[in-house]
């Protein structure tokens, strides 16, 4: 009961976050969704830079809580690593959103609608970028 209401808790933060990074991405403040974003990370005891030189079972388990998967911690990581690959120049972006795609599919179904469609939208947008990687929208750019 404990771990449910924590991970509730944190979704509904996480949120808010997305909310507000995705408002910022969209406003060509990348720098700043990234300073949001670790703010939020910092709480929940993820280390981002961690994140992004982890990979496989390494990463997996930073990404835990109480030993299970934790899907607060993954939504942040794979936002991050989404910010990072916008940042990023051929072909370090094109790995970074397709680390980032791999950990927002395995966040599975949240309960809060408004986060569970911004994950898919996510990961719509993340496709799109993998089926036309050399379109002016994938990496570096903002669209």
């Given amino acids: 009961m404990e771990r ?3 991970l509730l808790r944190m979704l509904e933060e996480l949120g808010r976050v997305v909310a507000r990074v995705r408002e910022l ?3 060509q403040s990348v720098a700043a969704a990234v300073d949001e974003l670790e703010r939020a990370a910092s709480h929940a005891g993820v280390t981002l830079p961690l994140v992004r030189a982890l990979a496989g ?3 997996a388990a930073v990404l835990t809580t109480a030993g299970r998967p934790d899907p607060a911690k ?3 990581a ?3 690593l989404y910010l990072e690959a916008l ?3 051929p072909p370090e972006d094109a790995a970074l959103f397709g680390r980032a795609h791999q950990l927002y599919r395995a966040i599975g179904p949240l309960r809060d609608p ?3 469609a911004a994950v ?3 990961i719509a947008d993340l496709e799109r970028r993998a089926a036309t990687p050399h379109s002016p929208t994938s990496g570096g750019t903002i669209r």
């Fill in 4 to 6: 449910r209401d924590y």
């Fill in 25 to 27: 991405v969209t406003g």
């Fill in 57 to 59: 079972d390494g990463l």
């Fill in 74 to 76: 993954y939504l942040l």
């Fill in 78 to 80: 794979a936002e991050y």
């Fill in 87 to 89: 940042r990023a120049t």
């Fill in 114 to 116: 408004a986060l569970q």
């Fill in 120 to 122: 898919a939208d996510r």
